[in-house]
């Protein structure tokens, strides 16, 4: 089983900066896992935000976030961040890690294997 806990969310006005960790656990934790964050807001569907292989070579955005999230991971530390700069309004959503044990990077929800509890991020204008 793995474990994925997120940290850093919180209510920053717009324009300002969080960055979000994700600490990743377990026994049988893949080292080689893509790592991703989505985000969802209320009544809204789970969408991608970004996702980083194992080396950290590459990585994916969704359009709305590029030029101001930045993913980035510490494999030595099990750690998964997402720097969030020049936050807007419809950033505001409950933000989670998730960890998929297959190397590629996917953007779907279904393709990721473990989930967090997720953090909460409120961008007030």
């Known amino acids: 089983q793995v474990q994925l806990v997120e940290s850093g969310g919180g209510l920053v006005q717009a324009g300002g900066s969080l960055r979000l960790s994700c600490a990743a656990s377990?026994?049988?934790?893949?080292?080689?896992?893509?790592m991703g964050w989505f985000r969802q807001a209320p009544e809204k569907e789970r969408e991608f935000v970004a996702a980083?292989?194992?080396?950290?070579?590459?990585?994916s955005y969704v359009d709305s976030v590029k030029g101001r999230f930045t993913i980035s991971r510490d494999n030595t530390k099990n750690m998964v961040y997402l720097q969030m700069n020049s936050l807007k309004p419809e950033d505001t959503a409950v933000y989670y890690c998730?960890?998929?044990?297959?190397?590629?990077?996917?953007?779907?929800?279904?393709?990721?294997?473990?989930w967090g509890q997720g953090t909460q991020v409120t961008v007030s204008s």
């Open positions: 377990g026994r049988t934790f893949n080292r080689y896992a893509t």
């Open positions: 980083i292989s194992w080396g950290g070579v590459r990585t």
């Open positions: 998730a960890a998929r044990q297959l190397g590629t990077i996917a953007t779907m929800s279904e393709a990721y294997d473990y």
